[in-house]
Structure formats: C-alpha cells, structure tokens
C-alpha cells in the first residue's frame, strides 16, 4: 500500500496511531491530505468547505487521447441519438479496423473519474462500456463526446459544506432510453451538499410496471442507505437521524409504505419487500420528490444541458476558484 489517509476524533489519538502503526509497517507521514489516488483534496477554512477533484488526472488522459483542444461540449451525451449494437460493425474489415482504437482504455479512464468525483457521467460511461466487444465509430464518436464535455468545465470538483444537513438519499429509474428494455436503476446520496454514494445498474429483472420498478431500485437504495446510515452514526453519534429517502413515483410510494395486498403486485418477489420493514422500522423515512426536483435522474437517462448544470450543482459539482472553463479549439 502506498496511499492511505487516516482521520480521528483528535490530533493527539492520530498521532498514537501513526507511532503504532510505524512501529510494525515503515511510514512516511506527508502531512494534511492534498493528494490521494489521483485525487487533489482541497480545504477552504473560511467558509468550512472540503473539495475533491481529478482535473489532473482528466488533463492526463485527454493528452493520452489527443482530445486537448477538443471542441468543449455542454452535456455528457447527445440527447437525441440512441446507442445500441446496431451500430457495431459487422464486416470483418470493419471489426478489425475498430479494434485499433483505443475504446476499452478511454472506458477504463472515464470509469474511474465516474466512480471517485463525477457521477455526471456515470450515466454516459454505464451505457457505453456496454459496447466493448464490437465497438462501432458511433459509440467511438460518443465517448469523445464524454471528453469533450470533460474538457468544457475544467476544474469542477464535489464539493461538502455547500450546504449542512444529513444524509438523504434519491432514487430514480428509466425503463425505455435502452434497447435491451431492462430498467435503468439509480440512486444517490448526499450529505452537506455533496454527493457520497451512487450507483448505476442494469435490473436483472423485466418489471411489468414502473411501479413495480420504482419498488425494485427503493429496496437496493435502502440497503445502501442502511450501511450508510450505520456509518455516519458511528462518526457523528450525536447528529444522526433517520435519513430521508426521496421517491418520484406515488404508486411505488404507497406500496413501499402500504403493508395491505395488492393483487397487481403479489407476483412481487418477498425479499423487494425489505423496504417496508426499514420504513417500519423508522431508518429511513420516503418522501415524494418531483422528477424536476430528482437529483439522481442525471444518473438515468441524457438530460438537456439546462438539466445538467441544474443537477450538476445539487450534486456538489463546483468550480474550484481558480479553474478555467476552456472554450477555444476546434478538434474532435
């Protein structure tokens, strides 16, 4: 292990713990964080905000694909083009030329920025990787697209301490942007004005309503939201409270909350039903959320670019002071 943070309740217990550890593993203590994993780790003291952001590392990888003076662009993915494996090559002339560009690599890059500091591109990411075996210049060209939208706001970072309040969850699903017609499930949670957890999948499932789909993401959200909420309550004991859980869809809504039997949903596998018992059991509490208001839809389908800066800034994604927004070049 080369890279490892630690934190504690003083400076005094961290300083014991670092003797101890040195004591059975040779350390070399950098000091307070400011880089971890390819992650510059920023501290504003003067209004208490904490920063992550990967614009070196999103510099490095644009070098590495020859997109620097990529044309910027002002949302991840082309609202209007659908991508799907019709648009795979399937001459072997085709193949064997496509299989010379660096698709996979460009994936593998993106998909760590998704995973540590943008979930606004987890979406485009998710649904490109799905192409890996055959790609096509359509699928080629979209992934360009997803680093030229990098290349357009520079410097943003997920930022905390924007805001102050606890965790509080969203949950959100789309059943028809995809070809394979499984449900695109997402959450994501929150906490003082940045997002900390969220997740993008595929449901194994064909549901037959968006009720029932609505019900199926509720129930993984819940699970995450539980080893959550037992997280933050071991580091702030004395602030933890039920954590809010934010729905769009009534008829879910009412299901999740409703132990009476509906005949419409007995088909309704037992263990969905886990989300009754945490909201019984007072954990979390779900609240209706209009789908405007919805942070987690960025996760599920191509949003307008007005959408995206909106849902940009609910999930924590802001300018670093400093950051240069780039808007000169002409390249693809």
Known sequence: MDDCTLTG????????????????????????????????VTHDYDVHTISLCQSSFIDTILVCFSLTDAKPYGMPMVPSVSYSKHNSPSSPADITHMCKVPYREAIGSLMYVAIATRPDISFAVSCLSQFLENIGETHWQAVKHVFRYLAGIWGQALTYGTEQHELQGYTDTDGASQEHRHTISRYMFIIDGGAVSWSSWKQELVTLSTAEAEYVVAMHAAKECIWLHRLTGKLFPLLHTQTMLFYNNQAAL????????????????????FIQQVITSGAINMVYC?????????????????????????LGLRQLSGGVVKSEGNKE
Request: charged content about 20%.
């Open 9 to 40: 309740s003083s400076n005094k217990l961290i300083a014991k713990y670092k003797m101890k550890l040195n004591d059975k593993f040779p350390l070399t203590d950098l000091g307070p964080i400011h880089w971890l994993l390819g992650i510059e």
């Open 254 to 273: 009412k299901l999740a909350t409703d132990n009476n039997y509906h005949a419409c949903t007995k088909h309704i596998n037992i263990h969905f039903h």
């Open 290 to 314: 209009p789908t405007n208001d919805m942070m987690a839809d960025i996760l599920t389908k191509v949003l307008p670019c007005w959408k995206v800066m909106c849902h940009s800034l609910g």
